[in-house]
């Protein structure tokens, strides 16, 4: 799975819990967005196994400098990836997923560290390959446009 | 896949970080109110007034 693609499916399903936690939903069952969350949740489950190595790849790939400070973050992404990944899957083995309780999932610092970390990273990535005046990059969120107009 | 230069995806981001920048704000302000509170406007327990009377008295005493 691409990098963009797992970024995606965070913020997708981040989105997607702000949304359900607004219902006043009792349970997941007997209702659509209900019957939706355990599938979001899951999608993000398997996004965020491997997430840091996905990045990892990527920065090594793009042989991005210094590699210690890039190493460094990745470390920490992947404890945030690990400590969101406990948090999700300890909801996801709930007989009952209420609003109430992805509400309390959405307030989880871990989450949003998480979310805070793939946004700076992926900032990061896009300055470095503006930096080096790349038409495209290969990886993360939000794509460069060239100068031109071409999109990515 | 999905492209994440679409304005949806970056309007997402914004509205996520408005999310949790936003939480971050009142908690702020929970931690500033409680301490103006504490600090500030200190609540009176009860038997306090009683209490520094009765020191007062005490020292005069």
């Known amino acids: 799975m691409e990098i963009e693609e797992r970024c995606n499916t965070i913020e997708e399903g981040y989105e997607f819990m702000l949304a359900y936690a607004a219902q006043g939903l009792p349970s997941d069952e007997g209702s659509r967005s209900g019957g939706e969350v355990r599938e979001f949740l899951n999608r993000m489950v398997n996004t965020l196994n491997g997430l840091a190595e996905s990045y990892e790849t990527a920065v090594w790939n793009e042989g991005l400098e210094p590699p210690e400070k890039y190493q460094a973050f990745l470390d920490v992404l992947d404890r945030d990836a690990r400590d969101s990944l406990a948090a999700i899957e300890l909801v996801l083995v709930q007989p009952a997923i209420s609003s109430q309780l992805v509400d309390n999932l959405n307030a989880s610092i871990h989450l949003r560290a998480l979310l805070t970390d793939l946004f700076l990273v992926d900032e990061l990535l896009k300055t470095q390959s503006q930096a080096a005046d790349l038409v495209a990059i290969p990886f993360g969120c939000e794509r460069l446009t060239h100068s031109g107009g071409r999109t990515a | ?61």
């Open chain 2, 1 to 61: 896949m999905t492209n994440g230069d679409t304005p949806k995806a970056v309007s997402r981001r914004t509205f996520i970080k408005g999310v949790i920048a936003g939480s971050a704000a009142v908690a702020s302000a929970n931690y500033l109110f409680r301490a103006s509170t504490f600090l500030g406007q200190q609540p009176q327990q009860p038997g306090s007034s009683t209490r520094v009377h009765h020191q007062k008295l005490q020292a005069k005493g």
